[in-house]
């Protein structure tokens, strides 16, 4: 599962990557909060492979949402200010539809996550799968 989850990882980011080449304005902006969520938790499935799809996708959306209030401080923006990194993992101001569509991505990446563990068996290991 760990393997998956660093593929699905670099698959995001490169599709985030090619969203922002392909297309502008809003579809990009959205797609790439959607696909922030989803490499977040791929993230914590790296960290933790066995973590059941509802509880990655919560702690993927709970960070996503974290990270945008965090925004109100300002100090995202300050820190972009200085690094390309910061501007990219913390973004730089508060825009309230971002929330719905991280959202979107836990949903997508719990359904893909749903699916990987069905398809691998692990969900008749443990019992059945959420």
């Given at each position: 599962m760990r393997a998956a989850a660093a593929a699905a990882a670099l698959l995001t980011v490169v599709v985030g990557l090619g969203v922002r080449f392909v297309a502008a304005g809003v579809v990009a902006k959205y797609a790439g909060d959607a696909l922030y969520t989803v490499l977040i938790?791929?993230?914590?499935?790296?960290?933790?492979?066995r973590v059941r799809p509802p509880v990655a996708a919560?702690?993927?959306?709970?960070?996503?949402?974290?990270v945008e209030f965090f925004q109100l401080t300002g100090v995202p923006a300050g820190l972009a200010a200085h690094?390309?990194?910061?501007?990219?993992?913390?973004?730089?101001s508060f825009n309230a539809p971002d929330l719905f569509w991280y959202a979107?991505?836990?949903?997508?990446?719990?359904?893909?996550h749903r699916a990987v563990r069905t398809g691998q068996g692990e969900g008749q290991a443990f019992g059945t799968v959420s």
């Amino acid at each position: 599962m760990r393997a998956a989850a660093a593929a699905a990882a670099l698959l995001t980011v490169v599709v985030g990557l090619g969203v922002r080449f392909v297309a502008a304005g809003v579809v990009a902006k959205y797609a790439g909060d959607a696909l922030y969520t989803v490499l977040i938790l791929a993230l914590v499935v790296c960290v933790v492979p066995r973590v059941r799809p509802p509880v990655a996708a919560g702690i993927a959306l709970g960070v996503s949402c974290a990270v945008e209030f965090f925004q109100l401080t300002g100090v995202p923006a300050g820190l972009a200010a200085h690094s390309t990194l910061a501007r990219l993992v913390l973004g730089t101001s508060f825009n309230a539809p971002d929330l719905f569509w991280y959202a979107i991505g836990a949903a997508v990446g719990w359904a893909v996550h749903r699916a990987v563990r069905t398809g691998q068996g692990e969900g008749q290991a443990f019992g059945t799968v959420s």
